[in-house]
């Protein structure tokens, strides 16, 4: 990266302030977001809600549809491989190996490359940022771009952002993409221009087959409160420890 004295001196300078005084800027950053072009509505109050994902594996049908209305609506590039969401199919063979493509995103759909009589089973899994609870990209930031809402929601100031891609190594999910015309990282937000109005993220909006649902989490009544009290979920790699609030269902033991 060629960067010349004064884009440099820029740099230091937003890295040494974030590591003197992180939870000022973090406490800054989360009164500005309502300037931003992730601004909410003005008498939207991030204290009364704390969203949540749900993904039914059982009914994906891979049509790629989600990852389409995604690119649209948040301008996400179509000329480059990067997505907020995206499907990925696996294909269990019966010799026990799993085959995993996601061509484009899910994007352009699937090719039966496989001999039917040579796959056990398979299925469709979307993925996204999973707005973990703990989030390892918030941790690494050096420079506070990357936070979390009061309402649960894992967002990156671009002002702040000076595309180092500490946040795009941590994440466990794979969840970050560097956006070039930016320069900045970039992410799922769950459509936080759509959810603070009202509205459900393109991708739910965009699913023919009710495979991803979206609610708020201290509302009793939600549609995502009543399949979590039903269903029986789980998270991707709980393991590590991030508490995502993507919850799956149906999720199979061979998903990366």
């Known amino acids: 990266m060629n960067l010349s004295r004064r884009d440099f001196t ?11 005084s992180g939870p000022v800027i973090i406490d800054a950053l989360v009164k500005k977001a309502r300037a931003l072009e992730i601004s909410p ?10 969203w949540g994902y749900v993904v039914d594996t059982t009914k994906c049908i891979g049509c790629g549809r989600c990852a389409n209305a995604c690119k649209l609506e948040n301008e996400v590039p179509f000329d480059e491989p990067v997505y907020r969401t995206w499907v ?12 995993i493509d996601s061509p484009n995103g899910s994007i352009d759909g699937f090719t039966d490359d496989i001999p039917e009589d040579e796959i056990n089973k398979a299925f469709y899994v979307p993925k996204i940022c999973n707005h973990c609870e703990n989030p390892p990209c918030v941790q690494v930031c050096p420079v506070g771009a990357t936070y979390t809402t009061n309402d649960g929601v894992v967002l990156v100031d671009y002002e702040y952002c000076i595309g180092c891609r500490y946040c795009i190594q941590a994440c466990p999910y794979g ?7 930016k320069g900045t990282a970039d992410k799922c937000t769950w459509c936080y221009h759509r959810i603070t109005r009202g509205l459900l993220p393109a991708c739910v909006k965009a699913c023919p087959v009710g495979a991803r649902k979206f609610g708020d989490l201290k509302d009793t009544e939600s549609e995502v409160n009543k399949i979590l009290d039903r269903e029986r979920i789980n998270v991707h790699k709980p393991e590590l420890g991030t508490k995502p609030k993507v919850y799956y269902i149906g999720l199979d033991r061979v998903v990366r």
């Not at 820029?10 to 003197?20: F, M, N, P, R, T």
């Not at 509505?41 to 704390?50: A, G, I, K, M, Q």
């Not at 990925?88 to 085959?99: F, P, Q, T």
């Open 10 to 20: 820029k740099i230091g300078s937003k890295i040494v302030i974030g590591a003197a």
């Open 41 to 50: 509505l003005r008498d939207y109050d991030w204290n009364e809600h704390f």
């Open 88 to 99: 990925e199919r696996y294909r269990v063979l019966k010799e026990g190996e799993a085959v």
């Open 175 to 181: 969840a970050r993409y560097y956006n070039n015309e």
